[in-house]
């Protein structure tokens, strides 16, 4: 389109040329032919530049047009831009979140991991303490070997198995004021056991001396055994000598004479366990000497007055 406008323009222009060499060289005779040739050069010269406005418009509105096509791309490239990066940042947001909530489980579990190395490094510490301790430790001291050999399998346990129907007797406790006699032995003599006491829970108290050598001979005893003696009475005061006397006639000590009044006898329970001829009884009587402590002849199954369950201190 361009080119052919270039064409029209030569073209017009070659005939106002021709036009000026005309009006140089015509004759008079020919003006009128002239004035119309210029009449239709003027009207060809009104429609170029009316073509010539027309295009210019035309292209005007092009390149308008190319300019609004460009801003709208333009715009649109923007606003994808500012998507594009609204969408970056929001990424990177997120994973900067992520990151940050990674490192602190990651944080956290280093700690539970550290916490746990120094739970378990405390532990074997501990346990190499405890390790070394007991090798350095002096060895236990041995239990006293028993007087005589640990009795057979065999031997029953203790049970109660008394036959006694009579009214109950119980060990008296020492009186403060006492005047030091059968029966009424002052309580700053008497030792009280920590191990014995009958089958009501009544506690046992004997002299301060015959306590102490009743408890090494327990002990022996129990190293043979396994258990403690079954105590039933120990110490006896005067008025309950009288009320045993008046129960059980003779074969109560005449009170003011028994030898539990003096605080240095006891009684077993009296169950079959320690009966004449058993193997407690026996162990007893063989080894009770040793700690001061007898089976009295009259006590024995020969005696006059058998009592297994008696025995007296002697020390
Ligand atoms: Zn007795």
Redesign the pocket.
Known sequence: MTRTWRLRLLATLGSLALVGTLACTTAPARVPEIAAQQAETRAHDARLRAEQAALQAETADRVAAREAAQTAVAAQLSDQLAADRAAAEQAAAEQAAAEQAAAEQAAAEQAAAEQAAAEQAAAEQAAKQAAAAQATARPARPAPAPVTAAPAPSVPACVNDSTYAGPPFYTSAPDAEGDGSNGRLPASAMTRLTWGHDTAGTPQYLATRAAGALDRLNASYRAAFGTDLDLD?TYRSFDEQVRMREALGSVAAVPGTS??GTGR???LQEWSCYGFGSARYQWLVENGPAFGWVAPGWARQNGSNP?Y??FEYTG
Do not use: I, K, T
Request: glycine share 0%.
């Open positions: 009475l030898s539990h006898a006891f009684d009592e369950w008696h």
